[in-house]
């Protein structure tokens, strides 16, 4: 069974800096897209990164030039670099994988369970 567990989130004061993990597990035979998406309370999750399996990233606005996304394919491990946080960044944040089991079905697509940043003085 694949899993993706998050970890890094935290409180951290306007300004400061976070670095989330996204750690993937089971019977993969390949992970392809991934991509980081955060909700904030009331309102729709929103993707804010992604990476494919050659290193191509692309953001969205709010978060370019202030968060990196980037992944160790040994580990099959995904990081989410946030500095100069903001409040408007807080929410949870998920991790999001598309990938290729060790049993050569269909691609699939599995999120992990969410990891909360809250920006706040």
């Known amino acids: 069974q694949v899993q993706l567990v998050e970890s890094g989130g935290g409180l951290v004061q306007p300004g400061g800096s976070l670095r989330l993990s996204c750690a993937v597990s089971?019977?993969?035979?390949?992970?392809?897209?991934m991509t980081w998406h955060r909700q904030a309370a009331g309102k729709q999750r929103e993707w804010i990164a992604i990476?494919?399996?050659?290193?191509?990233?692309t953001y969205v606005d709010s978060v370019k030039g202030r968060f990196t996304i980037s992944r160790d394919n040994a580990k099959n491990t995904l990081y989410l670099e946030m500095t100069n946080l903001k409040p408007e960044d807080t929410a949870v944040y998920y991790c999001?994988?598309?990938?290729?089991?060790?049993?050569?079905?269909?691609?699939?697509?599995?999120w992990g369970q969410g990891t909360q940043v809250t920006v706040s003085s």
């Open positions: 999001n994988a598309g990938l290729r089991t060790a049993d050569g079905g269909p691609p699939e697509v599995h």
């Open positions: 089971g019977s993969i035979f390949s992970v392809l897209v």
């Open positions: 990476i494919t399996s050659t290193g191509t990233t």
